[in-house]
């Protein structure tokens, strides 16, 4: 071996220092960061308020709904000042996506029982964990821990498709669980897990994860062949974004049995984006100064300036609707920034972002 090769090899960085797992490590500091505020603000909140108050005692779900909703705001942003989205093309698929959201919305405001039992607990947090799964693929590829193509677009969406299923096998009876609370009628006597004990139970819980689990598989099996790879090969590829997958999917069962454990990934995502974003632009030449709408996408001062103000601006409108208006789900702030409005702001935000900027 030569000495060029062998400082070559001692300069590689060990697995625990890859930039998308020092990425991964600050993104969980950063969560536990934002949920700790909201826990500090519920302490400080007035204590006749405690229950109606800004976070009411529930500082993981309320940290994911407002400042997730500013994170929305800001994708949406910069989305919309890209120069990949100024074509006439560009602007109309985005047009198409936002109809389309709209309609999933709708399907959710005015559907049948079925769908506003799925939307919410499974749909909503599928959708939004598939989108996740589609960023921390980014996140690596851009952090050079994974090389760039080397997953063509059909092999990526096999790999989504894969994770998808393999999430839904493990928690596809969530709706189910509490039917007093979320089940209707007609299904109540067929899958209703909490009235049936023993083999019957395990049988209703085994055969649809199974057969999800075996989709799953069928899927990963064709991303590799699409792939030109073989399983070790694509462990040894990916193996600082199989990592986060594996803690994305063990969220789930922090809290299996309600919706906590999809506030938790919505806050880790809300995080890995914020700290992304910080590093990158932290990278950037600071002799250039953007100005206008530049200056807030491209300088770190602009950014953290957006991102913050917005984050204060809707915590403000939360605390308008807590103290003035008793949360009441009637008003116009309560469309905004309530748990029972996030579901549709969630599939605006992963709908659209969903929208190729350019088609292939």
């Keep these: 071996m030569t000495d060029s090769a062998a400082i070559s090899l001692d300069a590689r960085p060990t697995f625990w220092s890859r930039p998308s797992i020092r990425q991964f490590a600050a993104t969980a500091v950063f969560m536990g960061f934002l949920i700790g505020l909201f826990w500090v603000l519920d302490r400080l909140e007035p204590a006749e308020h405690h229950r109606a108050g800004i976070v009411g005692g529930r500082p993981v779900s309320v940290a994911a709904v407002l400042v997730g909703l500013a994170h929305f705001v800001v994708a949406f942003f910069f989305m919309v000042t890209s120069r990949a989205w100024s074509t006439r093309q560009a602007v109309a698929r985005l047009f198409l996506g ?197 200056w807030f996408r491209e300088t770190q001062a602009g950014f953290q300036t957006l991102h913050v103000g917005l984050v204060l601006l809707i915590v403000g409108v939360a605390a308008v609707w807590a103290y003035a208006f008793e949360r009441s789900l009637a008003h116009p702030f309560g469309w905004l920034v309530s748990r029972e409005a996030f579901p549709y702001w969630t599939i605006g935000h992963v709908t659209v972002s969903f929208v190729p900027k350019v088609l292939r």
């Design 98 to 294: 936002m109809i389309v959201a709209v309609a999933l919305c709708g399907i959710l405001a005015v559907g049948s029982d079925v769908a506003k039992i799925f939307f919410p607990s499974v749909f909503v947090g599928i959708y939004f964990v598939s989108h996740e799964v589609r960023d921390e693929y980014y996140f690596t590829t851009v952090l050079g821990d994974v090389p760039p193509g080397r997953l063509p677009r059909p092999a990526l969406l096999l790999l989504l498709g894969a994770v998808t299923l393999a999430l839904l096998a493990l928690v596809w009876n969530l709706p189910f669980l509490r039917p007093n609370h979320r089940g209707f009628a007609i299904l109540r006597p067929i899958v209703d897990l909490s009235g049936i004990r023993g083999a019957e139970k395990i049988a209703w819980w085994a055969a649809p994860s199974l057969v999800l689990a075996g989709g799953s598989l069928a899927l990963f099996a064709r991303c590799l062949k699409r792939a030109g790879m073989n399983a070790g090969e694509f462990v040894r590829t990916y193996s600082p974004l199989l990592v986060v997958y594996v803690v994305l999917t063990s969220l789930f069962f922090l809290a299996p049995k309600s919706e906590q454990s999809i506030y938790m990934i919505v806050c880790f995502h809300v995080a890995a984006w914020w700290v992304f974003m910080t590093r990158q632009l932290a990278r950037r030449d600071k002799a250039a100064q953007p100005r206008g709408l530049a």
